[in-house]
């Protein structure tokens, strides 16, 4: 929000207080506040009749400070509140130098000079990482008499600011306008499902407004110099998170706010939906799956969307007896095939459900302030809202859904959750505002918790469109409504990439598009680029997205990359594990794993998958792709092509290639079995060596299917023109140098040390 007209004068209406200098400072150890007057002191008669802001400064955990501004401190405080797990006993120590007090926290520092203009200087290595000076902390009546507190962090020169939610805008924020509401706004504007207010940037740390409500942001926009924050508030709290490096941010702000659970490795095979407004039954259902199997393309999931419920009923949570007259025989057919079941649900009760009379009887909606049961009629005729702040509302809710697991259904697809409204009371007594882009948190904890329970630690996933902070600790998430072109599969990257910057470690969009139908070519390159990403899934609205519809080079493509996921599959998992354990995505912004390489900052149609693939999707009708490839010698998994970086590579590529680059020295595990994605990853595994370096030494982990642990390692190291491979495994396995067509050995199985002649 925007509160100055240019940098010398005030929007009409808008009166601003900034900190000026430090009046007092209390500390003990760990603690430091500072009392800061909007103007300067000179005499005792300036201590009247004017504000007095309250600045407490203190570490939740090592490498982090927190910055918490106050002006009236008696002001009610309703919740909610982010819950942060990371949070521990105060981890800072304060020491005083004359004038300059300072906040320690592992390698970052808060410095204060008390002699000098207000200016908090925060301080890593040597250099100062980013400050609030003149205008740094403060507050602004504007003309309707609101009250908000603000904050600003300078950028540096060449400082780009990353992050923010799953944002369909450019990736490098620098110059955005942002505001931190949920919204259903597709993903071609600049509202966003995802709405997370945690930025990071190129100089080493990251900041994390502790704000569940409306947060607005003027990126380098409205003080082209600064990262503005503020809130509508007496209190404005954010924590500073140093790195150095990006990966580092990202793993300290997730020990903060939640990592993520590791999703089940089933998962990680293609899903097909019945599409949305489309007409389907069991035997539409059965003729897909029917199709698949017939063409060749392994299938892991099937999809029930909306209309598996009755019209205008949606939520009752019960089948539509006319098209799906026997779910349960149903649903145990499709396990026989060896299928996973997910179903849509949204946290909404329309009027014509059985469930609306009973949740407004029980107390389980949510209500007016006059307290009339809030409804419209937008999206379902006459809808209620579930209050999930009612412990019974959320058991009820629930215990809807454990019949529907009880019946066969593994996973639900928890859509909608954004346009919660402001005019409500929540059983809790929780601010209405706070609560808009809360809700989601709840909603998806509630039955992320309710299949943990039902199904174990491991085998609870959603497919979520809307999040906030913590909202990472619910996997998996999908970029919502977009449309079926070149442009709308671009902009969903770029949405995926933001969110990765966010702290949510996996991601998935609708294969060829949700709204419209796409082109076959469209179709064909979309396969590819959601083949590579972390989940996948084939969905569409008014149409199918079955691949014979969009020819037979399309059914090729399908099958042809869905093996090579499920060959991946080790792969894949493995860095699904690094996200569990660290925070660090399964897909990856080119800045966030080459941040020493300033070319990178500004890509926005590439990504790395896990630590050692480069992705490029291709966006054109005549296969031309263009890409940024680092330093060293990248090789093509699937044409055994070679590139040298750095630089710009301009190539064409027929539909059943696309730029898919190992890494230099990078040893990729493919799993022999490409049917399914989930075997046994181990046995008769075949290590692919790529660009192995004299002295390169790297160790391959083939991962648990079932969990963080792993089946087996290998450790891979080149010393002239021999390369050794050390291994635990019992199993068989194989190593190939070079491309696809490279050399292969074949070694037999049981633990031990095994040299080959390395040749490329």
Request: overall charge negative; proline content about 6%; hydrophobic content about 35%.
């Amino acid at each position: 929000m925007k509160f100055t007209d240019g940098y010398w004068l005030m929007r009409p209406g808008c009166t601003a207080r900034h900190a000026t200098e430090v009046a007092d400072v209390r500390a003990d150890d760990q603690r430091m506040t500072l009392y800061a007057p909007v103007k300067h002191v000179s005499r005792r008669g300036d201590t009247l009749n004017s504000p007095l802001l309250t600045v407490e400064c203190w570490s939740p955990a090592e490498g982090i400070i927190g910055v918490r501004t106050t002006h009236h401190a008696g002001s009610a405080r309703r919740g909610p509140e982010f819950a942060l797990p990371g949070a521990g006993a105060d981890a800072g120590k304060v020491r005083r130098d004359g004038a300059v007090v300072e906040l320690v926290s592992g390698e970052l520092t808060l410095r204060v000079d008390t002699e000098q203009p207000w200016r908090l200087e925060f301080v890593a290595d040597g250099q100062v990482l980013t400050s609030a000076g003149e205008r740094g902390n403060g507050f602004v009546t504007d003309a309707e008499g609101r009250h908000h507190m603000l904050a600003q962090l300078s950028l540096g020169v060449g400082e780009l600011v990353y992050g923010l939610g799953e944002r369909f805008t450019p990736l490098v924020k620098n110059g955005q306008t942002v505001d931190i509401w949920q919204a259903d706004g597709g993903t071609s504007s600049e509202q966003a499902y995802k709405n997370i207010p945690f930025h990071l940037t190129n100089r080493g740390y990251g900041v994390f407004v502790n704000h569940p409500g409306r947060v607005s942001y003027e990126v380098g926009s409205e003080a082209v110099g600064q990262v503005q924050f503020s809130v509508e508030d007496q209190s404005l709290e954010y924590f500073v998170v140093h790195g150095p490096t990006p990966k580092q941010v990202l793993e300290r702000y997730t020990a903060l706010t939640g990592r993520p659970a590791l999703p089940p490795a089933w998962a990680l095979g293609l899903w097909l939906t019945t599409s949305f407004t489309t007409d389907y039954d069991e035997a539409t259902v059965g003729r897909f799956i029917d199709g698949m199997a017939e063409r060749g393309i392994p299938l892991s999931v099937f999809h029930f969307d909306c209309f598996w419920m009755r019209a205008h009923q949606w939520c009752d949570f019960a089948w539509d007896a006319e098209t799906f007259p026997d779910p349960e025989g149903m649903l145990a057919r499709l396990k026989q095939r060896g299928l996973r079941v997910c179903a849509w649900i949204n946290p909404y009760i329309a009027q014509k459900s059985p469930l609306f009379e009973e949740g407004m009887r029980e107390g389980h909606l949510v209500r007016r302030p006059d307290g009339s049961v809030w409804q419209w009629d937008l999206w379902q005729a006459g809808m209620a809202l579930v209050d999930f702040t009612n412990p019974a509302a959320r058991d009820w809710y629930t215990g809807k859904l454990r019949t529907l697991l009880a019946q066969g259904v593994d996973c639900f697809k928890t859509d909608f959750g954004e346009r919660i409204p402001t005019d409500v009371v929540w059983h809790d007594g929780s601010d209405p505002e706070r609560m808009h882009n809360y809700y989601t948190h709840l909603y998806n904890q509630a039955v992320f918790d309710l299949l943990r329970e039902e199904r174990g630690e491991g085998e609870a996933m959603l497919f979520a469109r809307s999040a906030t902070a913590g909202g990472q600790q619910y996997p998996v998430h999908w970029g919502g409504d977009c449309d079926s072109h070149f442009n709308a599969m671009a902009e969903s990257l770029r949405g995926g990439l933001s969110l990765g910057l966010s702290g949510f470690g996996f991601w998935s969009h609708d294969i060829g598009g949700f709204e419209g139908t796409p082109t076959p070519t469209v179709f064909k390159r979309w396969v590819q680029f959601g083949l590579l990403s972390s989940h996948s899934r084939l969905h569409g609205s008014r149409s199918y997205r079955v691949p014979w519809d969009y020819g037979e080079e399309a059914v090729e493509v399908t099958r042809e990359f869905t093996l090579l996921k499920h060959r991946l599959a080790p792969y894949l998992q493995r860095a699904a594990q690094q996200a569990h354990t660290t925070g660090i995505p399964v897909m990856r912004a080119m800045a966030l794993e080459f941040p020493g390489d300033p070319t990178t900052g500004h890509l926005d149609r590439q990504y790395m998958l896990g630590d050692d693939l480069l992705v490029a999707p291709v966006f054109t009708d005549d296969g031309t792709a263009e890409y940024y490839v680092p330093e060293g010698t990248w090789t093509n998994i699937l044409t055994g092509v070679r590139v040298t970086g750095p630089r710009w590579v301009r190539e064409q590529h027929d539909f059943h290639t696309l730029p898919l680059l190992a890494r230099p020295d990078s040893v990729i595990p493919f799993a022999s079995d490409d049917q399914r994605p989930v075997s046994a990853w181990a046995d008769d595994v075949e290590l692919r060596v790529h660009a192995f370096a004299d002295g390169a030494r790297r160790t391959v982990a083939i991962p648990s299917t079932n969990g963080p642990g792993e089946t087996a390692r290998f450790d891979v190291r080149r010393e002239g023109d021999r390369l050794s491979v050390t291994t635990d495994s019992p199993h068989p396995w194989r190593l190939r140098a070079g491309g696809p067509d490279g050399t292969l050995h074949i070694v037999a199985a049981g633990p031990a040390t095994t040299e080959f002649r390395y040749e490329e």
